[in-house]
């Protein structure tokens, strides 16, 4: 079946440091590619996606490039601040059929000033 | 709505109790799913919508978990017999349509804990 492996929490970083944070998968097909992130108190938001091979996601800073020849989406950002301190999610929603959306089990960043 | 509402957002009850959890996703959003998120696990999904079907119900733990979705609108998760291994925090979200590239909306959750 799909899934999705994200690196383990948590990460804590200074602020301006670079942050990446991992994301491989598993999937039969082309999966479409999201990260979603969650802030505390409040809900999952999409962060950011890319639908293609190649493709890159960017939003808020962040950027994600789809590899299918490595099946990775790993997460970055130039310079985090403390306001991105989060729970940050790997996911995926399998090509073909209906959107059903996997989940990895999320990283956690702290960034401190 | 403005926003996927979820409620009641915290639920205590006791081990053997039954609960109702409630989801009103976004007006027009055809797709609804819930998921489930213990802590220091990923989000673990229950079961998808389209409309006021269920063609994927696989994610269910066991024959005590069931939901229903009224009017291609509100949705209610019902657990039976509630267990302490059933304390989570239970996620509801829509999306406008099955395509695979449109992206969920989640609610805030409802956090659930069994005593």
């Known amino acids: 079946g799909n899934s999705v492996t994200q690196m383990e929490g948590p990460v804590t970083l200074s602020e301006e440091a670079f942050l990446t944070i991992n994301c491989t998968y598993t999937?039969?097909?082309?999966?479409?590619l999201f990260w979603y992130v969650q802030y505390p108190g409040e809900g999952l938001q999409l962060l950011l996606k890319?639908?293609?091979?190649?493709d890159k996601g960017s939003n808020k800073g962040f950027e994600a490039t789809y590899r299918k020849e490595t099946t990775s989406f790993h997460l970055e950002k130039g310079s985090v601040q403390v306001s991105d301190s989060a729970v940050y999610f790997c996911?995926?929603?399998?090509?073909?059929?209906?959107?059903?959306?996997?989940f990895g089990t999320g990283t956690k960043l702290q960034v401190i000033p | 709505g403005a926003g996927v509402s979820q409620s009641p957002s915290n639920k205590v009850t006791e081990k053997g109790k039954d609960v109702e959890l409630r989801c009103d996703p976004i007006?027009?959003?055809?797709?609804l799913y819930w998921y489930r998120q213990s802590l220091g696990q990923g989000l673990e999904f229950l079961i998808y919508?389209?409309?006021?079907?269920?063609?994927?119900k696989s994610g269910l733990p066991s024959d005590r978990f069931s939901a229903e979705r009224t009017g291609g609108s509100v949705s209610t998760l019902t657990i039976q017999r509630t267990q302490q291994e059933d304390s989570a925090v239970y996620l509801c979200?829509?999306?406008?349509?099955?395509?695979?590239?449109?992206?969920?909306?989640f609610g805030s959750g409802t956090q659930l804990s069994v005593l």
């Open positions: 979200a829509s999306s406008a349509d099955r395509g695979r590239n449109e992206k969920l909306f």
């Open positions: 999937a039969t097909g082309y999966p479409s």
């Open positions: 890319a639908t293609k091979a190649d």
């Open positions: 996911a995926l929603s399998a090509s073909g059929g209906y959107q059903k959306v996997t």
């Open positions: 007006s027009g959003h055809t797709a």
């Open positions: 919508f389209q409309g006021n079907s269920a063609p994927d």
